[in-house]
């Protein structure tokens, strides 16, 4: 999809202090040999905070950013990854309510990793439909990964750690500090059962209290199914990873040696390299991949907090061109081109 007209008019992060991963080993939380490997520095760590007040302070800053903050806000989108509160509740409209955002809708987007950038692609449809009075669409997403439940420090490969964060998004047609010249993502079915693996559809994982191990399901996925369409579950994924990633490029009229940047979910280097970076050319330095290894991986936030960074850092122009990829349970990728208008002034 090419968006005929639209911009991030508004950013925000919030972020818990970081956990050092040499802590986390030496509390026999975190294993010595993949840390040694990994490269991994520190986790986000957010404690008791409840997810949906933490994208609530997201929320506010990307609000303060933006030309007429909370008042013109039609739509309100929250995504997340794992738990936000009491079940058969909604999230999105506690954000709202606590945003004093009234007169709009909203709703909650549950695609686990690319829940932000799927809220980009549905966005892409709504905002040209928005009341005049409320033109403009706010996206929050945050995840807290503290849980009885979960092992943050063993969930998923070599370098992939659940981190916990909060980040938001003013999505205007009236414009902004960057374009979106195009959003594409795809479902790969046949990946379905590597994040399900042998677990029971009924009940739920959660409501019977049964801990949630990701990477058990991995495993039982890759011992049932050597190979998908010919090729090793590996090559499948890396596949549809570059696959996506190029349709997007395509869709905006870009090149792939054209991106300043290409922000990828925070993980290991091989996988960033195999996945995205070698299928488009590029050097695994374009990818922010060092700077994830001090925050981990959090959920659908990782290429937001990559971005908010490079501003702040002044290592972005306008004119520049940036990729957001994602990949995400179900199976499926997601990406987003970006070209810098103009350096927001609160940088």
Not at 221 to 237: H, K, P, T
């Amino acid at each position: 999809m090419k968006p005929p007209s639209m911009f991030l008019a508004g950013l925000g992060c919030w972020l818990p202090e970081p956990y050092p991963a040499s802590e986390a080993v030496a509390a026999g939380l975190y294993d010595a040999t993949v840390f040694a490997e990994s490269g991994l520095r520190s986790v986000l760590v957010a404690g008791p905070e409840a997810p949906p007040d933490m994208a609530v302070r997201a929320a506010r800053t990307a609000l303060g950013h933006s030309a007429g903050g909370h008042t013109v806000i039609g739509t309100v989108l929250h995504g997340s990854t794992f738990f936000q509160g009491p079940e058969m509740w909604s999230p999105s409209a506690y954000v709202m309510r606590e945003l004093g955002i009234t007169g709009a809708t909203g709703t909650e987007i549950r695609n686990g990793c690319n829940s932000m950038l799927a809220g980009v692609e549905l966005a892409a449809g709504l905002l040209p439909h928005q009341s005049g009075s409320r033109p403009d669409i706010l996206l929050t997403t945050a995840d807290n990964f503290t849980s009885p439940l979960f092992n943050r420090w063993d969930s998923g490969p070599m370098g992939v750690i659940a981190a916990d964060a909060a980040s938001a998004v003013v999505l205007s047609a009236r414009g902004g500090f960057a374009r979106v010249d195009a959003v594409v993502s795809r479902v790969y079915p046949e990946f379905e059962a590597m994040t399900r693996g042998d677990e029971p559809l009924f009940p739920p994982t959660g409501s019977a209290g049964r801990r949630i191990d990701t990477v058990a399901r991995a495993q039982q996925f890759n011992e049932r199914v050597r190979e998908v369409g010919g090729m090793s579950v590996a090559d499948g994924i890396a596949k549809a990873c570059s696959e996506t990633a190029l349709a997007a490029l395509d869709e905006a009229g870009v090149k792939a040696s054209d991106l300043r940047w290409v922000l990828v979910p925070n993980g290991d280097e091989a996988t960033t390299r195999n996945c995205v970076m070698e299928p488009l050319g590029l050097d695994v330095s374009q990818s922010q991949w060092e700077f994830g290894c001090g925050i981990g991986h959090a959920s659908s936030s990782d290429q937001l907090i990559a971005l908010d960074h490079l501003l702040r850092t002044g290592r972005l122009d306008a004119g520049d061109h940036v990729l957001l990829f994602g990949g995400a349970p179900g199976w499926s990728a997601a990406a987003v081109v970006l070209t810098i208008t103009e350096l927001p002034s609160w940088i």
